[in-house]
């Protein structure tokens, strides 16, 4: 809001505060981060969803770190793919949710993330596998 105040008074051109992608994050332990809408509000507001979901326990990383609890959730509009919110709990998740407000912000759909080249083993691989989940097409589960 700062940003988009002071470049407003300086007569630049300015987008509006997208205030639905905004990450929220919780520094406990573990960590948890979302942004988006969550499942029932998705369903609420009139969308036909696509739910993905990857447990930590699952991922090659985790599972060296010793960092298995948690998981990753993804919500995409069924008819357009449009990516309505995303919700992590776990090591790291913080800084993972990133990727998807860029994500977001740049319109993406659920198979260009499938599509994208994630390293592994990494905790944030975890992203795409959700988002695989959503679309049957996940990899290690």
Do not use: Q
């Amino acid at each position: 809001e700062g940003i988009t105040c002071v470049e407003k008074i300086a007569g630049l051109n300015t987008e509006p505060v997208d205030y639905g992608n905004i990450p929220a994050c919780t520094y406990t332990s573990p960590e948890v981060a979302s942004v988006g809408m969550t499942e029932k509000a998705a369903k609420e507001a009139g969308y036909e969803i696509k739910v993905g979901k990857f447990p930590f326990t699952a991922s090659g990383k985790a599972s060296a770190a010793g960092k298995k609890e948690g998981f990753v959730k993804v919500i995409f509009d069924a008819k357009y793919g449009e990516w309505l919110g995303c919700h992590m709990i776990g090591e790291n998740v913080t800084e993972m949710i990133a990727e998807v407000v860029v994500a977001r912000k740049l319109e993406t759909t659920g198979h260009e993330i499938i599509k994208a080249i994630h390293p592994h083993p990494t905790m944030s691989e975890a992203i795409m596998e959700a988002v695989a989940a959503a679309y049957g097409e996940v990899i290690h589960l």
